[in-house]
């Protein structure tokens, strides 16, 4: 199936935590991040309604609790969630 994106009028793109994350894993590659938001600009400027979908919430919040690895129990992984949601809330405004 062929999609032609140039005539496409709103444009989703979902972006998982080994995406955000990178090789190591445990926090968030900054590189990745510029791509991402570079990639989201151009479809912006090209008139595009952009709709960025992460599952990277707990892969975000993982550093700054200083863990190394994913948490095994549900607080710690409700946590990492929360901060992570706190850390990056400015990143919406950027959109």
Do not use: Y
Request: net charge positive; aromatic share 2%.
């Amino acid at each position: 199936m062929s999609v032609n994106l140039g005539a496409a009028k709103r444009i989703v793109i979902k972006v998982g935590s080994s995406t955000l994350t990178g090789k190591a894993g445990a926090n968030l590659d900054p590189a990745a991040i510029d791509q991402l938001v570079d990639v989201v600009g151009k479809l912006k400027n090209e008139g595009k309604e952009v709709i960025v979908v992460s599952s990277g919430a707990i892969a975000a919040g993982l550093a700054p609790l200083g863990l190394s690895e994913r948490p095994s129990d549900n607080l710690t992984t409700s946590s990492s969630i929360c901060l992570s949601r706190l850390v990056n809330g400015s990143i919406h405004s950027i959109f």
